[in-house]
Each structure stands twice: as structure tokens, then as C-alpha cells.
């Protein structure tokens, strides 16, 4: 079971990670700031902004991105062990992240994470 919680602790200060540097891409600032998106991240932006703004209000510019980061990191990670969860049981044969032309390199983190608990999870259970 430790090695379990160990790899949960990792994947999760990955997305931790990652996800401010996706809201850089579409513009959100660490300090509250919007700028332009990056090419690409318009859609994204126009998606995440007007969540990190309704809390923005009660807690502040920061911390409604800190928030977005924790709650999104941790839905993230619970839908990647869902996805491999049903693998386990046989009730999906795969998972496969795929990059689209339009989402350029957003899908690698995904891959990444996937990758980490697949490699983590594939001797669990057998003993």
C-alpha cells in the first residue's frame, strides 16, 4: 500500500505542477494578471476563466488560481485512476491519450500521468 500512496503523492505534485503552467499558456497569471493566450489556448481560457473569477471575488486573485489548481489536479487524477481502474477489471481494453491538431501539446502531460500509473499499478494485485 505504500507504494501506492507514494505514486498518488507523485502524480498528484506533478499535476500540481503542471496546471500553472497551462493557465500561463492561456493567460492567467500567478499574480492575477490576464494576458493574451497563447495560440491555441483561447478555447481553454474561455472555459477556466470565468471558475477562477467566481472565487476570485471571495478569496482573491491567488488563491481562487490555487484552488482552480488543487481542485483540477485532484479530478484529474481521480479520472486517470478511474480509466485505469476499469482496465484492471477488464470493463475498457485501453486507455489512449491522443493529441488532436488543436489541442498541440496539452495531451502529453495526460500521456505522462497515464504512462506513470500504468507502469505503478501493472504489478499490483499480483503477488
Given amino acids: 500500500m505504500a507504494d501506492l500512496e507514494k505514486t498518488i503523492i507523485q502524480i498528484r ?5 503542471s496546471y500553472p503552467l497551462l493557465l500561463k499558456q492561456c493567460g492567467i497569471t500567478e499574480n492575477g494578471d490576464y494576458r493574451e493566450p497563447a495560440t491555441g489556448f483561447e478555447e481553454l481560457r474561455n472555459q477556466i476563466l470565468p471558475i477562477i473569477q467566481a472565487d476570485e471575488k471571495q ?16 479530478t484529474t487524477l481521480n479520472r486517470l485512476v478511474g480509466l485505469k481502474v476499469m482496465e484492471a477489471r477488464g470493463l475498457i481494453e485501453r486507455t ?17 500521468i497515464s504512462a506513470a500509473i ?5 504489478n499490483l494485485g499480483r503477488g
Avoid: C, M, P, W
Fill in 13 to 17: 505534485e506533478t499535476l500540481e505542477k
Fill in 118 to 122: 500504468h507502469r505503478r499499478t501493472a
Fill in 59 to 74: 478569496l482573491g486573485a491567488k488563491e481562487a488560481r490555487n484552488k482552480f489548481v488543487q481542485e483540477a489536479s485532484f
Fill in 96 to 112: 489512449y491519450v491522443t493529441k488532436s491538431i488543436d489541442t498541440g501539446e496539452r495531451a502529453r502531460l495526460i500521456t505522462f
